[in-house]
């Protein structure tokens, strides 16, 4: 009983934890960086996004029209303000562009958007993430401040693409695995039919025998006809059965084999250009150059750069951007004409062409006719704006390996750029 005064003797301290109050409004001081972490709570980022709303015609998500207080509450939670996030804010963005990038360039197809509906996205918003232009295509009249941009939108919008990859990858592997117990189901079926074929001969040969041994000259007679018969009829039955079989497991072996080379194409294939993307390039690179030193047979590689693609994009659009690329690559069909010619996008203004059989100093006059076609092109939705070619090429070197060949020809391709562009330049 003559320790209860100890807590009082206590009390005293308790003033102790209000010292650090003058420290408090540290993280207010307006710094450019702070300013843009501060807006992002969710009464603010309501206020900031909701006037930003795109027009109806703009395919926009619909979450990426509401304000950014609408998001799921963890994607809520991310944009609340952090004490101290203000000076690793820049290297933040910076990191969330990337991501937006890698998106933009390596997305594929869902059940909700295609591969390239997700770059046109992606691009859409790292341009109003990093350098605030509009979540719409209108030409940019004025710089999206920092306190108004669509940070809850732009993370809405990689986690429901995120969960859509999940649900989409999950049901492909389900497929596969349906197949392939399909394919496993038809041969288990198969040997169960064999086993009860076989029970079933073994049974009129067991007949047969006891005849045999009954030593009734009719009756083994009749028994062994009757048992012939019996056999010819199973192994007419087991081979019908076996025909259907094979049959049904042929017809789903093709169905698969085509569905595989359709996902193989489309993984190769650049969706807005129709031309092979980087992957279907370094393949084809590799064997082309196999082919070229089996056979001793020339072999030419073309890089491009699309000039003016991002004064197009700025001054007009993406839409218009993505017209100007279509178009460019419209020019390449033209002029590489052969079906062994290998035409590549291997991203944004990016082109490639791999020649088996062609001489470097005949590409020469080829590329004088591309640089022509692509600075007549004309395009609908900008109509004052015009594309242009640089190129550098080179053939193969004996030694050389297909990363040495590219950047050698690369370097060419510089050299074009540095030297006013619209040309190319042998390496």
């Known amino acids: 009983m003559q320790a209860m005064p100890t807590p009082a003797a206590a009390t005293p301290a308790m003033p102790t934890p209000a010292m650090p109050t003058p420290a408090m409004p540290t993280p207010v001081m307006a710094t450019p960086a702070m300013a843009t972490s501060a807006m992002r709570t969710p009464a603010m980022a309501s206020r900031a996004t909701t006037p930003a709303a795109p ?45 937006l990038q890698a998106y933009q360039e390596w997305g594929f197809d869902t059940a909700e958007r295609s591969a390239d509906t997700v770059g046109k996205l992606c691009g859409r918003f790292r341009d109003h993430l990093l350098e605030g232009r509009p979540l719409n295509d209108e030409p ?29 990858v999950e049901a492909a592997l389900a497929d596969l695995r349906d197949a392939l117990w399909a394919c496993v189901n038809r041969v288990q079926a198969a040997v169960a039919s064999d086993v009860k074929a076989d029970a079933a001969t073994g049974e009129q040969v067991q007949r047969v025998h006891h005849a045999i041994n009954r030593l009734e000259t009719g009756s083994v007679k009749q028994e062994v006809l009757q048992a012939i018969n019996n056999m010819e009829e199973i192994a007419r039955e087991r081979r019908s059965q076996q ?20 996902l193989k194409k489309e993984n190769e294939t650049d969706p807005l250009t129709g031309l092979g993307n980087r992957k279907r390039f370094d393949s084809a690179l590799a064997r082309a150059m196999q082919t070229s030193l089996l056979g001793r ?15 197009i994009n700025d001054s007009f659009g993406h839409p218009a951007g993505d017209e100007a690329i279509k178009a460019f690559a419209d020019c390449l069909s033209r002029v590489f004409l052969r079906n062994t010619d290998i035409l590549c996008r291997l991203g944004g203004d990016e082109f490639a062409a791999i020649l088996p059989n062609t001489e470097a100093r005949v590409v020469a006059r080829m590329a004088d006719r591309l640089i022509t076609q692509v600075a007549e092109t004309a395009l609908a939705l900008a109509p004052r704006a015009r ?9 193969m070197q004996a030694g050389e390996s297909p990363e040495q060949w590219v950047a050698r020809t690369d370097a060419a391709l510089y050299q074009a750029k540095a030297a006013g562009k619209g040309r190319a330049i042998a390496a």
């Open 55 to 99: 027009p109806a015609a703009v395919a926009t998500p619909a979450w990426a029209r509401t304000p950014a207080a609408s998001a799921t509450p963890a994607i809520a939670r991310a944009f609340e303000p952090h004490p101290g996030a203000g000076a690793a804010l820049p290297e933040a963005l910076d990191a969330l562009g990337r991501v």
């Open 140 to 168: 940019l009249q004025a710089v999206v401040p920092p306190e108004a941009r669509r940070y809850a939108a732009i993370a809405e919008f990689l986690w429901q693409q995120r969960r859509d990859e999940k649900v989409f």
């Open 243 to 262: 025909m259907t079989q094979y049959g049904a497991l042929a017809a789903r072996i093709d169905q698969l084999g085509s569905q595989l080379e359709t």
């Open 297 to 311: 047979q020339p072999l030419t590689l073309v890089m491009m750069d699309m000039d003016g693609l991002k004064g």
């Open 387 to 395: 594309i242009g070619a640089s190129m550098g090429y080179s053939g």
